[in-house]
């Protein structure tokens, strides 16, 4: 059983840009199929290792000493990206310039290998801008394609990091868009289509679902997915209550109903901290630690006695 993973750099689908309307028309196509993770967040962003997003190193560990196997497609602009990956991951890499030219790469590359892994995974690069809207659509429309001709697979389809920061959009310790990305599912059924999740998911989820599955292979799509079900359809677990955050400088703990950051300017500064209340607050902006003291203070004791490695299991 293949399992896809198809992963974008620098998307967000937040900020309401006209230019953005070919990406929103693909999201929403996928939307039709898939269940939508309407507060995927990312625990970690894929700057510097492109697996550091989707698991822990012990995680990854465990997956490749197993007999799954994963095979990596990189699909670029410029022969010159480069990503970070172990050796364990054979990495198929095509550099391709216009959105019609992205979208064939994507399906040659579901189409092309013979090696039969148990996880196929394709990943777009972006520029340093962030993902352009005709690339970004034409990837999210290469995914619906691939469900189109495996009906019968199931299939993620993620943002491993948000677009760059605007500093004069919003006085905030951590953006909103930075860690908030998009997040599907298809989980080899069309029954599970137009499911939407408002319940907070975390990245490093992902790779926890993917092992399971690849584990077991029992879950079954269901026609309805309550908030509190983690990622596939079937699963017992429900997701953590508490994620760990970090983005650059700043470290978050976020709930269900609260973001609490903590941010050094520089190593040797004092941090700065705020509690933003959420869903409310959308993008960060209102700091409420003297409204809730109490939780701000625990939520602050919970972030400092956290260990410095994110659990990939939560």
């Given at each position: 059983?293949?399992?896809?993973?198809?992963?974008?750099?620098?998307?967000?689908?937040?900020?309401?840009?006209?230019?953005?309307?070919?990406?929103?028309?693909?999201?929403?196509?996928?939307?039709?199929?898939?269940?939508?993770?309407?507060?995927?967040?990312?625990?970690?962003?894929?700057?510097?290792?492109?697996?550091?997003?989707?698991?822990?190193?012990?995680?990854?560990?465990?997956l490749f000493d197993?007999?799954?196997?994963?095979?990596?497609?990189?699909?670029?602009?410029?022969?010159?990206?480069?990503?970070?990956?172990?050796?364990?991951?054979?990495?198929?890499?095509a550099s391709v310039?216009?959105?019609?030219?992205?979208?064939?790469?994507?399906?040659?590359?579901?189409?092309?290998?013979?090696?039969?892994?148990?996880?196929?995974?394709?990943?777009?690069?972006?520029?340093?801008?962030?993902?352009?809207?005709?690339?970004?659509?034409?990837?999210?429309?290469?995914?619906?394609?691939?469900?189109?001709?495996?009906?019968?697979?199931?299939?993620?389809?993620?943002?491993?990091s948000g677009p760059?920061?605007?500093?004069?959009?919003?006085?905030?310790?951590?953006?909103?868009?930075?860690?908030?990305?998009?997040?599907?599912?298809?989980?080899?059924?069309?029954?599970?289509?137009?499911?939407?999740?408002?319940?907070?998911?975390?990245?490093?989820?992902?790779?926890?679902?993917?092992?399971?599955?690849?584990?077991?292979?029992?879950?079954?799509?269901?026609?309805?997915?309550?908030?509190?079900?983690?990622?596939?359809?079937?699963?017992?677990?429900?997701?953590?209550?508490?994620?760990?955050?970090?983005?650059?400088?700043?470290?978050?703990?976020?709930?269900?109903?609260?973001?609490?950051?903590?941010?050094?300017?520089?190593?040797?500064?004092?941090?700065?901290?705020?509690?933003?209340?959420?869903?409310?607050?959308?993008?960060?902006?209102?700091?409420?630690?003297?409204?809730?003291?109490?939780?701000?203070?625990?939520?602050?004791?919970?972030?400092?006695?956290?260990?410095?490695?994110?659990?990939?299991?939560?």
């Open positions: 059983m293949t399992i896809r993973l198809v992963t974008l750099e620098r998307l967000s689908l937040l900020r309401d840009d006209p230019r953005r309307e070919p990406v929103r028309r693909a999201a929403a196509e996928l939307s039709v199929s898939c269940i939508t993770f309407d507060c995927h967040l990312l625990q970690e962003p894929a700057d510097s290792d492109l697996l550091a997003p989707l698991g822990s190193a012990a995680a990854w560990r465990r197993s007999d799954r196997t994963v095979v990596l497609h990189v699909i670029s602009e410029s022969a010159a990206d480069h990503v970070a990956v172990p050796p364990e991951v054979p990495v198929h890499a310039s216009g959105p019609d030219e992205l979208k064939r790469a994507c399906e040659q590359a579901a189409a092309a290998t013979n090696q039969n892994p148990d996880l196929l995974w394709i990943h777009v690069t972006a520029e340093a801008g962030g993902l352009r809207p005709e690339r970004a659509a034409a990837a999210l429309k290469a995914a619906s394609g691939l469900i189109n001709e495996n009906p019968d697979d199931r299939m993620l389809i993620a943002s491993l760059p920061p605007d500093p004069g959009r919003f006085d905030t310790l951590l953006s909103e868009e930075c860690i908030r990305v998009p997040l599907w599912i298809y989980p080899g059924s069309r029954s599970a289509g137009s499911i939407r999740v408002c319940h907070p998911v975390g990245s490093r989820q992902i790779l926890t679902t993917i092992v399971h599955h690849l584990s077991t292979g029992q879950a079954e799509p269901s026609d309805t997915l309550p908030d509190a079900v983690c990622l596939f359809p079937g699963c017992s677990d429900a997701p953590p209550s508490t994620l760990i955050i970090r983005h650059g400088p700043a470290v978050g703990l976020r709930t269900p109903d609260f973001f609490f950051v903590r941010k050094s300017a520089a190593p040797d500064d004092p941090p700065r901290t705020a509690l933003y209340r959420k869903p409310e607050d959308v993008w960060n902006t209102n700091d409420v630690t003297r409204g809730f003291p109490t939780v701000a203070r625990q939520m602050q004791d919970e972030l400092d006695a956290s260990t410095s490695e994110i659990p990939i299991d939560p």
